[in-house]
Every structure is written in structure tokens, then in C-alpha cells.
């Protein structure tokens, strides 16, 4: 039977070990794998039914993964540690001869800009290995990219505007939280805001632009331009695609808070010395700040992602919002987390059931969109992510020709 290997134990990754672990047909045995063993047993205990074997790796090093690899011998490694470890992790699993996958793409540490560069170039060794690597299967990347896919497949006969958004209206009693790895999600809201439109990428300064969004079960709320990863592979993959952009709503206390961090340098990534010791003002406030798993007890409220589309159909116009919908207290029931780690951590999970029975077997490096859709969003309800399409959905963004 096949076994599969996780590496990372935050907030993901307990929610991608908790639905492995509801599977022992296809995963008798999960290898938990993470530079802190203790947050692999702490996760293998909250699960006693389940088969867990914690490890520690140091991710970064390809030599120390190889050798748990041909350790364990399973047939798919799923990388829910951080963006850095994405080519190390993707050089180990090539020299061990097993399938990869994770959920964003890999970030220089010295540089904050996400590009698929540096893992499309693997695409040629995995092919000629016979292995696949699935590329950013959380939710966005990896849900929204499969929501595009769908409906360049069932509904478009072209897209032509994209727009993705994203609101996280619950409340989890803190005056300032992140809901995923700091470090990760300060890197990201802080750079510059990017977008595609006629084949460019357009950039304006962070947070500069914001515009009404309605949000199913929420209602209107400001969404800020940002720049995310699947822009730049839907862009590639839908060359039809005349402009894309990405939204991300944040409340009035997280951007006051942010926005003095930001002046008082708390979110720079380059070291500053303090006594004597090398400090990264970045890492320092992760540190200050709680962890994004322990917010899930007490979080309540909704989540909302979704893409909003405009594109022809039959020669005629049409537009359609694909999207889902889930409360932070669903994913407290059903796996102990926020709703935002659970929407990042179940589709890895199907994704790895689908890769290891053979439903998606692709050898080369590949991005969401460029798999079948079909099967992951199938398997989304049941594993606790409803989704649903409206057609002739009235847009939001007005600024594009009729
Ligand atoms: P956490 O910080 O909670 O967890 C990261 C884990 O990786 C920790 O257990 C950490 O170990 C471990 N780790 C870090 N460096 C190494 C290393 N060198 N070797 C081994 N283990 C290491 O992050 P999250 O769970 O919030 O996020 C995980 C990933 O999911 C990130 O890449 C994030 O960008 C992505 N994500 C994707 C989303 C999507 O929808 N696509 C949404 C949200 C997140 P330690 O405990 O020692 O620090």
C-alpha cells in the first residue's frame, strides 16, 4: 500500500494529516516529517487511530531528506513546510524517485516575489524521471486554479477577465493575528501590488487600491489588490486571459497594525544586529505574534474564496462566480483548525489520493490548471468544501468593456 510522506506540522499540515488519516485503505501509514519532532507527536496524538511516524528533517538539506525517503519508501511526498524548502524538497524527491507535491511556490528568502521559475525549470527531470510534481494545490493557489480550469472546460468557450476574491470575515479575538505562517503572509500583503493585463504585469505600491466586493453570506467588504502566485501560471496556461487580478479583503485593526509594523521596520527581512547578534525584524515578530493554529478554538465566522469571470460562450458574453463558502467553527469540528489552514490543507489531501490511485499520473512538474479538474472538485464537498457556480453573475468590477 502506499505510503506518503508530510513534511511541515503547522497549521496546514495538521489538517492535511487529519484527512490522510481518514483514509487507512489508501495511507495505512503517514510519515510526519518536520524540523520540530515534538509538533509531529503532538499531531500523531490528537490522531490515535491513525498509523503516524514523526521524524525529524531539516528540509533545507536534500541530502537529510533522500535518505527518509529511501528510509520510508513512499510514493509521494507532500510539502506543507514553507516556501523555501519547495527546491530542496523537489531536488530530494528527484533523486529518491518520488512524486511531489505542495502548496505555493517557491520564494528566493533574500527576495519577497513568488515566481514558478525556478520549479518549472524541474519540468524536463521529472519527466524524463517518470515522476509528477503538482505545484500549489492548497485553495488559492491550487482550488482557484481548478475553479478556472473548470470553467475554460464546462463553461467558457473563452475567459477573458479573471478576478479572484478572497475575504476572511471571522473574528478570532485578537487584536492582531495572521492565519497562516507570519513570515509567509506579512512577505506577501507587504510587496508591491501586481496584476496582468494585456500580457504585462502592472504594478502599483501595497495596498493602494481597493474596491467594494460583495461576498456570499457577508455581504460587501473592501477587497485589496495584491499580488498572488496563480496569476502568473493562469495567465501562462489561459492565454485568452486579458487581465487578471487578485483581492483580499483585511480589517481596519489588521491593516493599523500592519501598517505600523510596516513604519517601524517590524516586517523587513534583512538582519539588523542587536547586541552583538544578527535579528530578522520579520522573524522576531512571528515570534511576538501567535501561531495561526492556536487561533482555531476560539475563531468564528465566515470564509469566502472565489473567482469571478467574463468571457464568451457560444459568440455570446457571459459571466459566472465559482466560489466557496465555509465557517472557522466547521473546521474546528471536523479537524480542530481555522477555516483558513483547512481550505489550504484539504486539497492536498485529495490530491494526494488522486495521485497515488493513478487519477492524476502526469510525469513533469505541473500546475493545477493543467490537470483534469473534475476529480478534485468532485471530492471537494465531501471533504468539507462545498463550492458552487453561479452563471450571469453581476460582476463587481465594472471597469471592463461589455
Ligand atoms: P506554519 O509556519 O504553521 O508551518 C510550517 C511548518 O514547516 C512548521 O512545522 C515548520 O517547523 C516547518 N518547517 C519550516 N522550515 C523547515 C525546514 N527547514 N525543515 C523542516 N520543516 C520546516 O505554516 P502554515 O502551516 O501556515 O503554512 C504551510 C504552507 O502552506 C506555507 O508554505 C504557506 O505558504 C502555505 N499556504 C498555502 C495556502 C494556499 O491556499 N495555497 C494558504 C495558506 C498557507 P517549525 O515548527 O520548526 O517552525
Given at each position: 500500500m502506499p505510503k506518503v510522506m508530510v513534511v511541515g506540522a503547522g497549521a496546514v499540515a495538521?489538517?492535511?494529516?487529519?484527512?490522510?488519516?481518514?483514509?487507512?485503505?489508501?495511507?495505512?501509514?503517514?510519515?510526519?516529517?518536520?524540523?520540530n519532532v515534538e509538533k509531529c507527536k503532538a499531531i500523531a496524538e490528537r490522531l490515535p487511530h491513525a498509523r503516524i511516524i514523526p521524524e525529524a528533517v531539516d528540509a533545507d538539506q536534500v541530502a537529510d531528506t533522500v535518505a527518509l525517503l529511501e528510509k520510508h519508501r513512499p510514493a509521494l511526498l507532500?510539502?506543507?513546510?514553507?516556501?523555501?524548502?519547495?527546491?530542496?524538497?523537489?531536488?530530494?524527491?528527484?533523486?529518491?524517485?518520488v512524486d511531489y507535491l505542495d502548496t505555493a511556490s517557491y520564494e528566493p528568502p533574500d527576495i519577497p516575489f513568488y515566481e514558478y521559475k525556478y520549479q518549472w525549470a524541474y519540468q524536463e527531470q521529472y519527466e524524463k524521471a517518470g515522476l509528477m510534481?503538482?505545484?500549489?494545490?492548497?485553495?488559492?493557489?491550487?482550488?482557484?486554479?481548478?475553479?478556472?480550469?473548470?470553467?475554460?472546460?464546462?463553461?467558457?468557450?473563452?475567459?477573458?477577465?479573471?478576478?479572484?476574491?478572497?475575504?476572511?470575515?471571522?473574528?478570532?479575538?485578537?487584536?492582531?493575528?495572521?492565519?497562516?505562517?507570519?513570515?509567509?503572509?506579512?512577505?506577501?500583503?507587504?510587496?508591491?501590488?501586481?496584476?496582468?493585463?494585456?500580457?504585462?504585469?502592472?504594478?502599483?505600491?501595497?495596498?493602494s487600491r481597493a474596491e467594494d466586493v460583495?461576498?456570499?453570506?457577508?455581504?460587501?467588504?473592501?477587497?485589496?489588490?495584491?499580488?498572488?502566485?496563480?496569476?502568473?501560471?493562469?495567465?501562462?496556461?489561459?492565454?485568452?486571459?486579458?487581465?487578471?487580478?487578485?483581492?483580499?479583503?483585511?480589517?481596519e485593526s489588521y491593516l493599523m497594525h500592519l501598517r505600523a509594523f510596516m513604519n517601524v521596520g517590524l516586517t523587513r527581512?534583512?538582519?539588523?544586529?542587536?547586541?552583538?547578534?544578527?535579528?530578522?525584524?520579520?522573524?522576531?515578530l512571528q515570534k511576538l505574534l501567535p501561531d495561526p493554529a492556536s487561533l482555531a478554538p476560539t475563531y468564528t465566522g465566515w470564509v469566502s474564496i472565489g473567482v469571478q469571470l467574463r468571457?464568451?460562450?457560444?459568440?455570446?458574453?457571459?459571466?459566472?462566480?465559482?466560489?466557496?463558502?465555509?465557517r472557522h467553527e466547521w473546521a474546528y469540528q471536523d479537524c480542530g483548525s481555522q477555516a483558513v489552514?483547512?481550505?489550504?490543507?484539504?486539497?492536498?489531501?485529495?490530491?494526494?489520493?488522486?495521485?497515488?490511485?493513478g487519477t492524476w499520473k502526469k510525469p513533469g512538474v505541473w500546475n493545477v490548471e493543467q490537470l483534469d479538474p473534475d476529480p478534485l472538485l468532485e471530492r471537494l464537498p465531501e471533504a468539507g468544501l462545498p463550492w458552487k457556480v453561479v452563471l450571469d453573475y453581476p460582476l463587481d468590477f465594472t471597469d471592463v468593456p461589455e
Open positions: 495538521q489538517v492535511t494529516v487529519c484527512k490522510l488519516s481518514r483514509r487507512p485503505d489508501l495511507f495505512p501509514e503517514i510519515v510526519l516529517a518536520s524540523r507532500l510539502n506543507l513546510a514553507l516556501p523555501y524548502q519547495d527546491l530542496p524538497l523537489m531536488e530530494a524527491c528527484l533523486q529518491a524517485g510534481a503538482v505545484l500549489g494545490i492548497g485553495f488559492d493557489p491550487g482550488v482557484t486554479n481548478a475553479f478556472v480550469a473548470y470553467a475554460a472546460k464546462h463553461i467558457f468557450d473563452e475567459i477573458h477577465y479573471l478576478d479572484i476574491v478572497d475575504c476572511n470575515a471571522g473574528d478570532h479575538g485578537r487584536p492582531f493575528a495572521t492565519n497562516f505562517n507570519l513570515e509567509i503572509n506579512l512577505r506577501e500583503i507587504t510587496q508591491p501590488g501586481r496584476y496582468y493585463e494585456n500580457g504585462k504585469l502592472v504594478e502599483i505600491p501595497a495596498l460583495r461576498f456570499p453570506e457577508i455581504g460587501v467588504r473592501k477587497a485589496y489588490l495584491i499580488y498572488h502566485e496563480e496569476l502568473e501560471s493562469l495567465t501562462k496556461h489561459f492565454p485568452t486571459l486579458r487581465r487578471a487580478r487578485f483581492w483580499m479583503t483585511f480589517s527581512i534583512d538582519p539588523i544586529e542587536y547586541e552583538g547578534h544578527p535579528v530578522v525584524p520579520i522573524k522576531f468571457g464568451v460562450y457560444q459568440g455570446k458574453p457571459r459571466t459566472a462566480f465559482i466560489y466557496t463558502n465555509i489552514a483547512y481550505t489550504a490543507g484539504v486539497p492536498p489531501a485529495i490530491a494526494a489520493e488522486l495521485m497515488v490511485q
